[in-house]
T-cell receptor, first 117, second 112 residues
Framework: DTEVTQTPKHLVMGMTNKKSLKCEQH?????MYWYKQKAKKPPELMFV???????INESVPSRFSPECPNSSLLNLHLHALQPEDSALYLC????????????????FGPGTRLTVL | DAKTTQPNSMESNEEEPVHLPCNHS???????IHWYRQLPSQGPEYVIH???SNVNNRMASLAIAEDRKSSTLILHRATLRDAAVYYC?????????????FGGGTRLMVKP
């Protein structure tokens, strides 16, 4: 199984709502990532988890709260978002955490398309 | 991370070879050249990577200039399924490594 799954595929939420995005992989990968991708733009890294611990936070606002309950699951909790947070949210995983492994290919899920009204 | 420059878009005919260029004039000795592509409505997927020598795999070939300041991704026979945005990324393995910093990419259109 070389797949990263993400749910839901689409999400529409108001600015006062609380919602969560879910990501799952069963490849035994020890690093998981959240990226944000605005329309017609490249993906931008948000968070990195290594061995279930948050290792990198790219100065993401606190209204985005990541969680890694176990080595296969990664959540992104959303609260009090703004319309400009509307984007495609991509999850990825890699066998090894960030480091000196050259061919540490990242596997991406299809993303959750989020619309904030 | 060192910066890459790619054309915004390219067009190709189906079943013809495609050469996608990437300039990285500020590349350092510890930077590996990675290519990912993003098909419509999908997440990015790994294509190929290399350091100095040319590389081949089942998806593509990577030709790296002798001075490493540029590289070319070669799709030997483009299919309609190859229409995607292709990202050329430099990864510095001397530091934190494995951070993918995506640039603008090249949108490849394949005509039947």
């Amino acid at each position: 199984d070389t797949e990263v799954t993400q749910t839901p595929k689409h999400l529409v939420m108001g600015m006062t709502n609380k919602k969560s995005l879910k990501c799952e992989q069963h490849m035994g990968h020890r690093a998981m990532y959240w990226y944000k991708q605005k329309a017609k733009k490249p993906p931008e890294l948000m968070f990195v988890y290594s061995y279930e611990k948050l290792s990198i936070n790219e100065s993401v606002p606190s209204r985005f709260s990541p969680e890694c309950p176990n080595s296969s699951l990664l959540n992104l909790h959303l609260h009090a978002l703004q319309p400009e947070d509307s984007a495609l949210y991509l999850c990825a995983s890699s066998q090894a955490p960030p480091g000196r492994v050259v061919s540490n290919e990242q596997f991406f899920g299809p993303g959750t398309r989020l619309t904030v009204l | 991370d060192a910066k890459t420059t790619q054309p915004n878009s390219m067009e190709s005919n189906e079943e013809e070879p495609v050469h996608l260029p990437c300039n990285h004039s500020t590349i350092s000795g510890t930077d590996y050249i990675h290519w990912y592509r993003q098909l419509p409505s999908q997440g990015p997927e790994y294509v190929i990577h290399g350091l100095t020598s040319n590389v081949n795999n089942r998806m593509a070939s990577l030709a790296i200039a002798e001075d490493r300041k540029s590289s070319t991704l070669i799709l030997h026979r483009a299919t309609l399924r190859d229409a995607a945005v292709y990202y050329c990324i430099l990864r510095d393995v001397s530091g934190a490594g494995n951070m993918l910093t995506f640039g603008g990419g090249t949108r490849l259109m394949v005509k039947p």
